[in-house]
């Protein structure tokens, strides 16, 4: 296809064991099958972290990607991935995060750096343009997130800087431990921010200015006009208005937000004192958008005078308020936004944290734990101080929330006493805030997810609410409590999630109304190529099937494509009474058919000569 616009084709490889930093050239072709982003990061991954490597060791590599749409000023492409091995499920992971941090390393000229080896004292990587340094990081190191970056600002002294750093839970080995971009977006799940600590990077400081060339840039410009244009009225009195907080209450109607460790059905009182509008009102909440978003939903906070703790920074978004709101009864912002800022300042993963607290309440009920065992703390359904003390805890490895700092599976195994049971896991990873009981599709998408249970690296039940894909042959969506059509669907979630991440584009710029067409469009416009937005979507195949050959190479297998026992209780009222994603493994043979896949969940030989990937 030639050589496309809208990349620098250059990594930089950063060895901390050797204190090394190497810029490479990266070969057209891997752009041509992987784009960027997560799938030219799991390339890398695949070929050269072998498997069932020990994700603290050095050997573990640490990769942030990102794609063509960095640099370009489209809606959404403020997005960037980090790819690597997960201390949480001890596989393939991926986050993502937004701010300013990809384009302003887009800016220095590369589309990937990838982080090898492990440092003998703390230090953090610092790419002025294509200048790459590595400074001590001693004086850093035991701050939280939020002073880090501060600290780094002041320390490096210059405008445009972006910072994706870690907090106490990073170095201390939390196996939920996240990134945090720019104090207010976050790399959340799977553990990364751990990786990085044991790899003693506190923080990656970037100041890029320079844009890469597009192919054809005036209809980039048209196409970027139209979109803001379409996407700033699309959610003008919803996402614009008041940012992801407008999902709690809709969530909650259908059954979809998780109530009291997803074992109760409805919560519409609790729902109306956490959601929109009252959330921005009581919380003085204003847009903090990221780089080149006409949407906005990132949300500044500043609690009201008076309160019981001050918070001033970014506020819970609908994950963090079903978990550490509803899924553990908290109806108090309060509470929910101190617990909140402590996840994002010690740096670790709001749905995790949420869910540990959910299982400790759950746990306490059932007298499987008691005061004695958690330090005097009376962890009860509904405590606000209780959700703080235990974030604190956990955040820091420290007294009873240590339990929890190799994930739940760790912990429930410790209590024991039929605590193994509880667990709302797959792989490891802790449900996120979408009930599978409301979205059939999400039962599928969520137990063969690579990196576990996802809403994001597939979001198939905003198929199932109407967002419909024609260019792929998505013109109607499923009946939400019927199987037929749900394991097709949830492919082509999981591939368009892929592409996506490897673009990288905000998935809410697609659910918003930006179509399949446009982004095909638009990526011919950055990149000159002609692709079709099915061929576009095999590219998303190419990289999910390689996501799963690296499950596979760690042990993963079938055993591990399930859903927690609780996902098949059904509600006694409400919206899902009476439905539960039976029969399962039925459906679950379906998805590997489509797939290509045999029945022990192993891509066929066919397929992957197909992908390219024999």
Same mark, same amino acid.
């Not at 976050?186 to 790899?199: D, E, P, Q, S, T």
């Not at 996407?231 to 009291?260: F, Q, Y």
């Not at 005078?305 to 506020?315: F, K, M, N, Q």
């Not at 198929?463 to 939400?480: F, H, Q």
């Given at each position: 296809?030639?050589? *496309?616009?809208?990349?620098?084709?250059?990594?930089?490889?950063? @060895?901390?064991?050797?204190?090394?930093?190497?810029?490479?050239?990266?070969?057209?072709?891997?752009? #041509?099958?992987?784009?960027?982003?997560? !799938?030219?990061?799991?390339? +890398?991954?695949?070929?050269?972290?072998?498997?069932?490597?020990?994700?603290?060791?050095?050997? @573990?590599?640490?990769?942030?990607?990102?794609?063509?749409?960095?640099?370009?000023?489209?809606?959404?492409?403020?997005?960037?991935?980090?790819?690597?091995?997960?201390?949480?499920?001890?596989?393939?992971? /991926?986050?993502?995060?937004?701010?300013?941090?990809?384009?302003?390393?887009?800016?220095?000229? +590369?589309?990937?750096?990838?982080?090898?080896?492990?440092?003998?004292?703390?230090?953090?990587?610092?790419?002025?343009?294509?200048?790459?340094?590595?400074?001590?990081?001693?004086?850093?190191?035991?701050?939280?997130?939020?002073?880090?970056?501060?600290?780094?600002?002041?320390?490096?002294?210059?405008?445009?800087?972006?910072? !994706?750093?870690?907090?106490?839970?990073?170095?201390?080995?939390?196996?939920?431990?996240?990134?945090?971009?720019?104090?207010?977006?976050?790399?959340?799940?799977?553990?990364?921010?751990?990786?990085?600590?044991?790899?003693?990077?506190?923080?990656?400081?970037?100041?890029?200015?320079?844009?890469?060339?597009?192919?054809? *840039?005036?209809?980039?410009?048209?196409?970027?006009?139209?979109?803001?244009?379409?996407?700033?009225?699309?959610? &003008?009195?919803?996402?614009?208005?008041?940012?992801?907080?407008?999902?709690?209450?809709?969530?909650?109607?259908?059954?979809?937000?998780?109530?009291?460790?997803?074992?109760?059905?409805?919560?519409?009182?609790?729902?109306?004192?956490?959601?929109?509008?009252?959330?921005? #009102?009581?919380?003085?909440?204003?847009?903090?958008?990221?780089?080149?978003?006409?949407?906005?939903?990132?949300?500044?906070?500043?609690? *009201?005078?008076?309160?019981?703790?001050?918070?001033?920074?970014?506020?819970?978004?609908?994950?963090?308020?079903?978990?550490?709101?509803?899924?553990?009864?908290?109806?108090?912002?309060?509470?929910?936004?101190?617990? @909140?800022?402590?996840?994002?300042?010690?740096?670790?993963?709001?749905?995790?944290?949420?869910? +540990?607290?959910?299982?400790?309440?759950?746990?306490?009920?059932?007298?499987?734990?008691?005061?004695?065992?958690?330090?005097?703390?009376?962890?009860?359904?509904?405590?606000?101080?209780?959700?703080?003390?235990?974030?604190?805890?956990?955040?820091?490895?420290?007294?009873?929330?240590?339990?929890?700092? #190799?994930?739940?599976?760790?912990?429930?195994?410790?209590?024991?006493?039929?605590?193994?049971?509880?667990?709302?896991?797959?792989?490891?990873?802790?449900?996120?805030?979408?009930?599978?009981?409301?979205?059939?599709?999400? =039962?599928?998408?969520?137990?063969?997810?690579?990196?576990?249970?996802?809403?994001?690296?597939?979001?198939?039940?905003?198929?199932?609410?109407?967002?419909?894909? *024609?260019?792929?042959?998505?013109?109607?969506?499923?009946?939400?409590?019927?199987?037929?059509?749900?394991?097709?669907?949830?492919?082509?979630?999981?591939?368009?999630? $892929?592409?996506?991440?490897?673009?990288?584009?905000?998935?809410?710029?697609?659910?918003?109304?930006?179509?399949?067409?446009?982004?095909?469009?638009?990526? @011919? =416009?950055?990149?000159?190529?002609?692709? $079709?937005?099915?061929?576009?979507?095999?590219?998303?195949? &190419?990289?999910?099937?390689?996501?799963?050959?690296?499950?596979?190479?760690?042990?993963?297998?079938?055993?591990?494509?399930?859903?927690?026992?609780?996902?098949?209780?059904? =509600?006694?009222?409400?919206?899902?009474?009476?439905?539960?994603?039976?029969?399962?493994?039925?459906?679950?043979? #379906? +998805?590997?058919?489509?797939?290509?896949?045999?029945?022990?969940?192993?891509?066929? /030989?066919?397929?992957?000569?197909?992908?390219?990937?024999?």
């Amino acid at each position: 296809m030639g050589e *496309p616009g809208g990349y620098w084709r250059r990594l930089l490889r950063v @060895n901390l064991t050797a204190g090394t930093c190497k810029s490479e050239e990266i070969p057209t072709r891997l752009l #041509e099958e992987y784009l960027g982003g997560s !799938a030219l990061a799991t390339r +890398y991954l695949f070929d050269e972290v072998p498997a069932q490597q020990d994700p603290l060791a050095s050997g @573990n590599k640490l990769l942030f990607a990102v794609g063509p749409f960095q640099g370009s000023g489209l809606p959404g492409s403020a997005k960037w991935a980090i790819v690597g091995k997960s201390p949480l499920t001890h596989t393939f992971a /991926v986050a993502t995060a937004g701010a300013h941090w990809g384009v302003r390393f887009k800016g220095c000229g +590369y589309e990937l750096v990838i982080i090898e080896g492990s440092s003998e004292e703390p230090v953090y990587l610092w790419l002025d343009g294509e200048k790459a340094e590595l400074r001590p990081a001693g004086h850093l190191w035991g701050r939280d997130a939020v002073e880090t970056d501060e600290l780094i600002r002041r320390e490096l002294g210059g405008q445009g800087i972006s910072i !994706a750093a870690i907090g106490p839970a990073g170095e201390r080995g939390v196996a939920i431990a996240c990134i945090v971009a720019d104090s207010h977006s976050f790399a959340g799940r799977c553990g990364l921010g751990a990786v990085m600590g044991a790899k003693k990077l506190k923080a990656v400081a970037v100041a890029g200015r320079k844009n890469p060339p597009l192919a054809r *840039p005036q209809e980039v410009a048209s196409l970027r006009k139209g979109l803001v244009a379409l996407l700033k009225n699309n959610t &003008r009195g919803t996402m614009h208005a008041h940012g992801t907080s407008i999902l709690v209450c809709p969530c909650e109607e259908i059954g979809d937000l998780p109530v009291k460790y997803w074992q109760g059905d409805v919560w519409p009182q609790g729902a109306a004192r956490i959601g929109a509008p009252y959330y921005g #009102e009581f919380l003085q909440a204003s847009p903090w958008p990221c780089a080149a978003c006409p949407i906005g939903c990132h949300r500044r906070i500043t609690l *009201p005078p008076g309160s019981r703790y001050e918070v001033a920074g970014a506020g819970p978004e609908y994950e963090s308020l079903g978990m550490l709101g509803s899924c553990c009864l908290v109806d108090d912002l309060v509470y929910i936004s101190k617990a @909140n800022d402590l996840c994002n300042r010690l740096g670790i993963d709001t749905i995790s944290a949420g869910a +540990y607290v959910a299982f400790t309440m759950e746990c306490f009920e059932k007298g499987l734990l008691n005061e004695k065992d958690t330090d005097g703390l009376a962890v009860n359904w509904g405590s606000g101080e209780a959700l703080v003390e235990l974030v604190r805890q956990i955040g820091l490895r420290e007294g009873f929330g240590s339990l929890f700092a #190799e994930g739940i599976r760790h912990a429930a195994r410790e209590i024991g006493h039929g605590a193994e049971k509880l667990p709302v896991e797959v792989k490891g990873l802790d449900l996120p805030a979408h009930d599978p009981r409301t979205y059939f599709s999400l =039962a599928l998408n969520y137990a063969t997810g690579t990196r576990g249970a996802c809403h994001l690296r597939g979001f198939p039940h905003c198929g199932e609410a109407g967002m419909l894909l *024609p260019e792929i042959g998505l013109s109607k969506p499923p009946d939400r409590f019927e199987w037929a059509g749900q394991a097709e669907l949830a492919i082509k979630f999981q591939d368009l999630a $892929t592409v996506l991440d490897s673009l990288v584009c905000c998935l809410f710029m697609q659910t918003s109304g930006m179509s399949l067409e446009q982004t095909t469009a638009c990526l @011919n =416009a950055v990149t000159g190529w002609e692709l $079709t937005p099915a061929e576009l979507m095999r590219i998303g195949e &190419r990289g999910f099937n390689l996501q799963r050959l690296i499950n596979l190479g760690d042990g993963l297998g079938r055993q591990d494509d399930f859903l927690p026992a609780r996902m098949f209780e059904p =509600a006694h009222q409400g919206f899902r009474q009476g439905k539960v994603p039976q029969p399962f493994a039925e459906a679950l043979d #379906e +998805y590997y058919t489509l797939r290509g896949w045999d029945r022990a969940g192993r891509p066929g /030989v066919k397929k992957l000569e197909e992908l390219g990937l024999q």
